[in-house]
């Protein structure tokens, strides 16, 4: 047996927690970059939080101006203001968007180079200065998790860098800092956690050598990731149209926190699939938000795999809460992916790529350009080729789920 567990040096999660915040920044350096978007900010509990950080350590620099996606022009401004304080440690509070923002400052922080330096897996060549992760959403897990999700201009599609030594070195999980989240971003941030512990569970499990777990991030499904994956699966299934519908919802806010985190430190391993592939060039072309591409791409992907994990989709049905006590595997996937259809819908989920304004002519290059995403596509658990991708995109296109090529009348 040949696996691995990535994750931060400590891990803190509760309500109240952040108040933490400043002494384990202050531990890790006296010159701090603190990594925010204006929203963020302007929230009084972060702005207190902000202010504690000041009275803890010698310098403070602030970059507020994070935008969605992380795109490079963001980076050069962060590193700026890195150097200006000459920071030693950085801390992110808000989305997923802000902390893969801060993971690549940290990289370049330490390094030196451009951010396209280290594209793909396992490029970062060392430990990159300390980072304090603090979410503000329930969704991506970047807390956690060894990559960062970075927005070419000069490519078609999104690129990640993928390296154990970018995990946080602290993740602090407050929920508390969830209550004000918007309902959109709440539905989006969730599907997208929800997508993580589904991807990472039903990943194609795959052999390993010695140096499989140092050389590579993502390996596949196994024992460990299975259990954080189901129990993740659990805790969102049952929250996440409650905490839509009602932001204040405090127990149904410490789950999405709780599955999240969860659904993080299992695909920090097995890695994510086929939907988050093929989001990556539809992202990028339509500029939609993240987790909506992938919730709206999971069931399709998942309908053309269920040869393969029938079995998989069962069990997910049972932990998910639904009623498949008599049920056969086939039935019980149906049962999973019907009501999946369901939630989708429930929480603002389009059902179809033409209702984000993909244009049916682009799916084939679309999916050439997903199965260029080796390190995540090599996950799916289905066929990888091009004519089986473009059928699950073009399946999505016209929202209809099936296991099959499309032939040309349905096209």
Not at 270 to 293: K, M, S
Not at 361 to 375: I, K, S
């Amino acid at each position: 047996m040949l696996e691995t567990v990535r994750g931060p040096r400590q891990l803190i999660v509760g309500e109240g927690v952040a108040q933490n915040i400043p002494r384990v920044v202050a531990e890790c350096g006296s010159r701090v970059l603190i990594v925010t978007d204006r929203v963020v900010l302007g929230q009084p509990c972060v702005a207190e939080i902000v202010a504690a950080v000041r009275e803890k350590v010698a310098v403070v620099g602030v970059f507020a101006d994070a935008t969605p996606d992380v795109p490079l022009a963001d980076v050069a401004l962060a590193v700026s203001v890195a150097a200006e304080v000459d920071a030693d440690v950085i801390l992110a509070i808000g989305g997923g968007t802000v902390i893969d923002l801060a993971k690549i400052v940290g990289v370049i922080r330490r390094h030196g180079g451009t951010p396209r330096d280290f594209y793909g897996e396992s490029k970062v060549p060392g430990p990159t200065i300390p980072l304090v992760a603090v979410p503000t959403t329930s969704g991506t897990g970047s807390e956690l998790t060894p990559v960062s999700v970075l927005t070419d201009p000069d490519r078609e599609l999104k690129v990640g860098v993928s390296s154990v030594h970018i995990v946080p070195d602290f993740a602090i999980v407050d929920p508390e800092l969830t209550y004000t989240c918007p309902a959109t971003v709440t539905a989006h941030s969730g599907i997208d956690a929800f997508c993580h512990a589904v991807e990472s569970y039903t990943a194609r499990p795959r052999a390993h050598g010695p140096r499989d777990p140092v050389e590579q991030v993502f390996l596949g499904r196994n024992p460990i990731t299975d259990h954080y994956a189901l129990l993740a699966a659990e805790r969102i299934a049952r929250s996440l149209p409650h905490v839509v519908r009602d932001g204040g919802d405090k127990d149904a806010r410490a789950d999405m926190s709780y599955g999240s985190m969860l659904a993080g430190l299992a695909f920090s391993h097995a890695g994510t699939a086929a939907p988050h592939a093929l989001q990556y060039p539809i992202g990028a072309a339509t500029h939609t938000p993240h987790g909506l591409g992938v919730g709206l791409l999971l069931p399709y992907a998942l309908d053309a795999a269920r040869d393969a994990i029938g079995d998989r989709l069962a069990i997910l049905a049972r932990v998910c809460g639904l009623d498949v006590t008599d049920a056969s595997d086939a039935e019980a996937a149906d049962t999973f992916l019907t009501w999946l259809d369901g939630l989708l819908a429930d929480i603002g989920i389009p059902s179809t790529l033409a209702d984000i304004g993909v244009a049916r002519a682009d799916l084939p290059r679309f999916a050439e350009m997903a199965g260029g995403v080796t390190r995540l596509i090599q996950n799916h658990p289905g066929p990888t080729d091009t004519a089986s991708l473009t059928a699950i995109l073009d399946a999505a296109w016209i929202g209809a789920r099936t296991r099959h090529v499309l032939t040309p009348e349905q096209r």
